[in-house]
Every structure is written in C-alpha cells, then in structure tokens.
C-alpha cells in the first residue's frame, strides 16, 4: 500500500456530520453537479460544497439527509461558486458518488472519533 499515513496525520483532517439544508442545480458546472448548503452546527455553522452527485439523488431526496464532510481543506473555486468543505462519497459500480451518511441520529458537527 502506497501513502500510508501515521495517525498524527489522520487526526488532523476535520470530518463532521452536516445536516443538507438546501440543494440548487450547478448548470454553470463542465459536469452534472449539484450546489448543497449544510448546517454543520453552532460551532461550525452553515457552508457551501458542490458535488457530482446528481445521478444517485434527487434535490429533494437530500434536504434533510445527515452527510459527511472534510472541513479543513481550502476552499476551492469551482467555476462561479465557491466549496467551502469536501463532501465525500464512494464510487458505486456504475462510477457514480454515493454520499457517505451516518447511519443513525448524530448532532449536527459531529467529529469522526
């Protein structure tokens, strides 16, 4: 296994569980995306991410949902739109994003331990 890591360095990656608030179509995206606004707590607040994830998930499906998310990268510039965290997924079969989800209830800004 290539990049292996000490926990030191794992620890400081900042991944928490936001609640989706609000979903838009990104059409000024090169790929089918979709612009999410997630309240990730008091502490944390509201932030903005895009993400390709319009092929397993409708707009409306998402309000609501509980998603995870890296909070400590830089923000990046995606067209006209401004990520301000990295929702993260994994790859089903067909090469599409399946959001990473708790399973059960967690506060909004709940860390991974």
Do not use: C, H, W
Request: hydrophobic share 40%.
């Amino acid at each position: 296994m290539e990049n292996i890591i000490n926990y030191e360095d794992f620890e400081k990656i900042d991944i928490r569980a936001g609640e989706v608030l609000e979903v838009e179509d990104f059409p000024e995206a090169r790929k089918p995306m979709y612009k999410i606004t997630v309240d990730f707590g008091s502490e944390i607040g509201i932030k903005k991410s895009a993400g390709q994830i319009t092929k397993n998930y409708t707009k409306e499906e998402l309000v609501g949902k509980m998603i995870i998310g890296v909070l400590n990268f830089p923000s990046k510039k995606i067209g006209p739109f401004l990520s301000e965290f990295l929702t993260l997924g994994l790859a089903d079969e067909e090469d599409k994003v399946v959001l990473l989800m708790p399973t059960q209830k967690v506060p909004k800004g709940a860390k991974m331990m």
